[in-house]
């Protein structure tokens, strides 16, 4: 694998505080990497940094070769990109205008926005939903929306903040199922940042740590939760006996 996302001494800070302070970052290509973390870790801001929302005081984030800056980035640059949040943020409009959005910006044919939707809401089982408005959707319904209108863009980079907190048990564990056969099938690389193991030891291939805005541990997703370093031993076990 080729790296597509990379971080070189980065720091970010409010004023004389420092957040975040990352030597070094790498994300291959395909690959679904998580950032977990306890509250206050970062973990949200490193992932605004990552998507280009927001701009570190030092350092570089590189695309494949190409050094990127949120202050001067092209427009080309930034639809390599989409991101799901925890709160859907869907539009006053039908679950099709919400999906075809990104495309309709992107000045697609009509035939092709067409296409395009009715795959991808397909692929989240919400074809049956397309005439119904936004805002009468229950939770679940709402994350698929939100997602199927990340991916029906293709992004190079998809980039996850909590999506499923929100989500009742039974559908989180089914969009989970649906979404890794997506991400793999597509070859998507995937940020991801959950405050949830469960989700973590499922969906990702690699795993980083976040405590105090350093990367404390970073590997192989079971490798980290099966054999913690001493710094966040404390934090997975505490993790496995809620589980357990």
Do not use: C
């Not at 397309?130 to 992004?155: D, T, W």
């Not at 970073?218 to 913690?228: K, S």
Request: charge should be neutral.
């Amino acid at each position: 694998m080729s790296t597509l996302l990379k971080l070189e001494n980065m720091t970010y800070g409010v004023q004389d505080r420092t957040i975040l302070q990352i030597p070094s970052l790498s994300i291959e290509q395909g690959e679904i990497i998580g950032i977990m973390g306890p509250n206050g870790a970062g973990k949200s801001t490193l992932l605004k940094i990552l998507s280009l929302l927001d701009s570190p005081r030092d350092g570089s984030l590189f695309f494949k070769d190409t050094k990127l800056s949120a202050h001067k980035v092209t427009i080309e640059m930034k639809r390599k990109f989409a991101i799901a949040l925890q709160q859907s943020l869907l539009l006053n409009t039908s679950v099709y205008q919400n999906v075809a959005l990104g495309l309709k910006i992107r000045k697609l044919p009509k035939r092709e926005i067409n296409e395009k939707v009715e795959y991808w809401l397909n692929k989240f089982n919400i074809a049956h939903l397309a005439k119904k408005h936004a805002y009468h959707l229950s939770g679940g319904e709402a994350q698929r929306v939100n997602l199927a209108r990340a991916m029906v863009i293709e992004p190079e980079v998809l980039f996850l903040d909590e999506p499923f907190s929100a989500l009742d048990f039974p559908t989180k564990v089914q969009l989970l199922k649906e979404l890794k056969e997506i991400l793999k099938a597509t070859e998507t690389t995937t940020v991801f940042v959950s405050h949830d193991l469960l989700e973590i030891k499922y969906l990702t291939d690699r795993l980083a740590i976040l405590m105090d805005g350093e990367i404390k541990q970073l590997g192989n997703t079971l490798d980290v939760i099966e054999h913690p370093n001493e710094i966040t031993a404390p934090f997975i076990q505490e993790w496995k006996e809620f589980i357990l």
